[in-house]
């Protein structure tokens, strides 16, 4: 067993995978998390979409879409090195792209860059060798004929609409197989309800000073990763480390609607591009549905937003999934055949940071952007930016490369 100390700080989804890997690696683990159950927050009440990219057409750079399109060729690969997860039991239907009339971009600006991460795609893959999800050997985006736009989206609303291979994995599936692989693994030493609030160099060491129970603690450690989301930059300013510009903290609904539904009840669809909003059909495991003017309530320019999650009454919560779900339908009449008891919703909300302090209906907002993210090292204490749902498994790969000294 390796002699190294390693502290991960945050045990969402990225923390978790981390935590696995350097376990497989013959490492020992303290996982650090300040909430009660660990993979309960972002990484639980997302949409789960595994980006090839199209969402990020703003970046004419193309360095946004090419770093989702890294992590969509690698997230089944390294997920499953972890956990024995079933790709054809959790993902969703494909993807439809709804073309908003009022779109950042229009039409044949968003068609070129489709077309060019589909060939990305296809370069990063090595032809197909790795497969999208473990399924798909290509990635497609198709504009459909405007006949087609009434059987699946309202013509008032939609200007045009592109068939797409992206999928979504269901979130919440996946973080229960992380749970129950960190919770049994001898290597990993979970500590819950423990809330890192700084990290101090002593020495060649780095001490972790956390509070469990009303009680400051302190442990050293030789490596420290702070994975963590709310508390990230809070604790990185502790070691001296400012973000690398403005930031924002934003907090936005993610309602789950628990009914099975078949493919043909709902399309998945993302609507773009600008403020708009996302129904993601999940067959068996039901649906998310968010919708962006409504679902995001919360703002903050702070290194720690406020405790957003207990903030909201349960009869708020359900008036933001109300007031959003009346907006979708209009949208998509599908969503409003669906016949469901409020019991059957989870309207749950997380935490979004990225860098930028401009709405995203803006052309020039940095929320178009997420490059800028990854791994940031300052001896052996790492600062993770998880960036995307998408990026998880493949940074948690790189951590352990990193300390390693491999990368």
Not at 25 to 46: C, M, T, W
Not at 275 to 289: K, L
Request: net charge negative; hydrophobic share 35%.
């Amino acid at each position: 067993m390796n002699q190294q100390r390693i502290a991960i700080l945050g045990a969402g989804g990225l923390g978790a995978c981390a935590a696995l890997e350097l376990s497989q690696r013959g490492y020992k683990v303290d996982l650090f998390e300040e909430h009660s159950e660990p993979i309960k927050k972002a990484s639980y009440a997302n949409e789960g979409k595994v980006h090839v990219g199209f969402i990020y057409a703003m970046d004419r750079s193309f360095h946004t879409a090419h770093q989702m399109l890294v992590g969509a060729v690698h997230f089944m690969e390294y997920l499953q090195r972890w956990v024995d997860v079933k790709p054809e039991e959790m993902i969703s239907t494909p993807f439809y792209y709804l073309v908003q009339k009022g779109s950042l971009l229009n039409s044949q600006e968003l068609n070129s860059h489709y077309q060019r991460c589909c060939q990305v795609y296809k370069e990063l893959s090595g032809g197909g060798k790795k497969k999208y999800l473990g399924l798909f050997d290509s990635l497609e985006a198709r504009l459909l004929h405007k006949s087609r736009i009434d059987g699946i989206a309202n013509p008032e609303f939609t200007e045009d609409i592109f068939e797409t291979t992206e999928y979504s994995v269901e979130p919440r599936y996946i973080a229960e197989k992380l749970t129950q692989a960190i919770s049994s693994d001898p290597n990993i030493n979970l500590f819950l309800d423990s809330k890192v609030e700084a990290v101090a160099k002593v020495g060649d060491r780095l001490k972790v000073i956390f509070r469990n129970a009303g009680i400051q603690i302190e442990e050293e450690y030789t490596d420290v990763v702070n994975s963590t989301w709310n508390g990230l930059l809070e604790i990185d300013r502790t070691m001296g480390i400012e973000p690398l510009g403005t930031w924002s903290h934003r907090y936005k609904f993610g309602n789950k609607l628990l009914i099975p539904l078949k493919e043909a009840d709902l399309p998945s669809c993302t609507m773009v591009l600008g403020p708009f909003g996302d129904i993601v059909n999940f067959r068996e495991r039901g649906a998310f549905m968010s919708w962006y003017p409504v679902g995001r309530t919360g703002w903050s320019e702070d290194y720690r937003p406020p405790e957003w999650d207990s903030m909201y009454s349960p009869e708020e919560r359900m008036d933001v999934f109300q007031r959003s779900f009346e907006e979708l339908k209009k949208r998509i009449p599908a969503a409003g055949n669906l016949k469901f008891p409020l019991e059957a919703v989870d309207p749950v909300g997380g935490d979004i940071l990225a860098l930028g302090n401009t709405e995203v209906d803006q052309s020039k907002s940095r929320f178009h952007e997420r490059f800028e993210v990854g791994i940031r090292s300052f001896g052996n204490y790492h600062s993770v930016d998880t960036g995307k749902y998408t990026l998880i498994p493949y940074l948690a790969v790189k951590v352990a490369d990193r300390l390693e000294g491999i990368d």
